[in-house]
């Protein structure tokens, strides 16, 4: 999950290593999951260098696709299920969930140089519990602390100057005006119209 939003702040582009953790099998698709950048050499034990890992760029996604996600994601946490985390310099995109069987909840956000993915999970729905009380419940990213991503992120961001992406170009029909008295399109001009993505 952390590859592909990575790839998101990227504006499209994919950044894998050199080095496979595994080899594909016979018949088995390359993942490029299997290809992680945060090992960066392999030494024996004299310290020699025996392979270093090369970064490997691929444009996956196009750069205007790439912006219009992340413009479409920052509401996330200024309205959606990720608007209890506060503090951040930043408008950051973000994404919160929970499985249909509420036994996993995770998050993910990012800045344009650090991407944050979290998950927190049980075996059991039974299993689910929040908080100091240990009361339980079903899971869901909206009632997980270890899902805000505020904890992790806050203290990596400290000290780094946070710049932002550009925005994407206007998309055609990407902005519809809806008149709230009716929640249908608005028709012609109207001062009630809100603009919604």
């Not at 496979?20 to 024996?44: F, K, M, Q, S, Y």
């Not at 506060?86 to 990012?110: N, Q």
Request: proline share 9%; aromatic share 6%.
């Amino acid at each position: 999950m952390a590859l592909a939003y990575s790839t998101l702040a990227n504006e499209g582009m994919r950044v894998t290593g050199s080095l496979p953790v595994r080899r594909p099998g016979p018949g088995e698709v390359p993942d490029p999951t299997l290809t992680p950048i945060a090992i960066r050499r392999v030494e024996d034990a004299s310290g020699r260098v025996i392979d270093r890992n090369t970064p490997q760029r691929a444009q996956v996604v196009s750069r205007e696709s790439a912006l219009t996600a992340i413009a479409m994601l920052r509401s996330v946490i200024r309205v959606g299920t990720a608007h209890t985390i506060s503090g951040f310099r930043a408008r950051l995109p973000a994404r919160r969930a929970t499985t249909e069987d509420f036994v996993d909840a995770w998050f993910v956000g990012m800045t344009p140089t650090l991407t944050t993915s979290v998950w927190n999970g049980f075996a059991r729905p039974s299993e689910c519990r929040w908080s100091s009380s240990s009361t339980t419940g079903p899971c869901s990213a909206a009632r997980s602390p270890r899902c805000s991503g505020g904890r992790s992120r806050k203290p990596a961001l400290a000290g780094t100057r946070i710049h932002d992406w550009p925005a994407p170009t206007q998309v055609a029909g990407a902005e519809v005006r809806i008149d709230p008295a009716t929640g249908e399109a608005a028709q012609g001009p109207t001062a009630r119209a809100l603009a919604r993505w």
